[in-house]
């Protein structure tokens, strides 16, 4: 299932409590949407999580749903509150206070990408900016929360993998013990969004594919981990960030010679990650 807010890949035969989420790696820019920015094409794709749907592909194959956004992250950021609204880039809106992101250009109509490079001049109406959360916002978590409820449901439990990718430069001062760069980071914003067994299973499933793994730093988790990560009701929410170096050519925006290498130790990961929970089919497939 696809439409202009989220594709939906739901497995044939639905034996996991697991669901994957990719809210940053949607890519239908318009046409009208590059005329008003003053970047490149490139640029404007550097905060975009490209590929990472592809990259956990194989998880309807494993008996898990996945679902990934359409529209980019530059025009809709999905892992932000609705009410995280920038004033220096949505008219008719109070400053900001004591949120960094907002202030930094990254709340949920975010005003920069990478790099802190503006995406347009000037700011966007407040009706616009509504009016991108009702269209492609609240669709988006209210599938994903209708989602998670049926898994739980289902198979008294859910665990939801919010899946990311992280600029390599992200790294640069970050290592785990023995002095390794990690390859990916593993948040469950320090023990309050998933059981603590459970991120370690996740943890441990990458680390069995030969990832370099570390917990929480720098990215523990923002929105999307503190709304669904419930779990003292047995609704756990892991963040997965992958460092984009491994699989993506970042300047280009495009997939390099490690990308087919990559994919299949994360269907690997994946299918373990299926396996945490499994039972009988309790439900038909949409």
Not at 47 to 55: I, K, N, T, Y
Not at 160 to 186: E, K, Q, Y
Not at 218 to 244: K, M
Request: hydrophobic content about 35%; glycine content about 6%; some cysteine.
């Amino acid at each position: 299932m696809t439409n202009y807010v989220f594709s939906l890949s739901l497995p044939t035969n639905w034996t996991s409590s697991t669901v994957f989420s990719s809210p940053h790696s949607g890519r239908d820019y318009t046409d009208s949407y590059f005329e008003k920015s003053n970047l490149s094409r490139n640029h404007l794709r550097s905060s975009e999580d490209a590929f990472v749907d592809e990259l956990f592909s194989s998880a309807p194959e494993s008996g898990a749903p996945l679902m990934a956004a359409v529209m980019p992250r530059a025009f809709i950021d999905l892992n932000r509150g609705a009410d995280e609204l920038d004033s220096a880039i949505i008219e008719d809106v109070k400053p900001t206070k004591g949120n960094p992101r907002t202030a930094a250009g990254l709340g949920v109509i975010p005003r920069v990408v990478s790099q802190g490079r503006a995406i347009q001049s000037g700011k966007i109406s407040n009706h616009d900016a509504l009016d991108r959360i009702a269209k492609y916002y609240e669709p988006y978590h209210q599938r994903l929360n209708g989602l998670l409820k049926q898994t739980t449901d289902a198979f008294g439990e859910s665990l939801l993998i919010d899946c990311h990718s992280m600029p390599h430069t992200a790294l640069d001062n970050i290592s785990v013990r023995g002095g390794s760069r990690p390859d990916v980071i593993i948040g469950d914003r320090f023990g309050s969004a998933c059981a603590p067994e459970i991120a370690d299973q996740v943890e441990a499933a990458f680390r069995r594919q030969d990832f370099v793994v570390a917990r929480n730093l720098p990215f523990a988790g923002a929105y999307i981990l503190r709304e669904y990560g419930r779990p003292t009701q047995r609704r756990n929410a892991v963040q997965v960030e992958i460092d984009r170096a491994l699989y993506l050519n970042e300047a280009s925006v495009t997939k390099n010679e490690q990308f087919d290498l990559i994919k299949r130790r994360i269907d690997r990961v994946v299918l373990e990650l299926a396996k945490i929970s499994q039972a009988p089919l309790k439900f038909a497939a949409e």
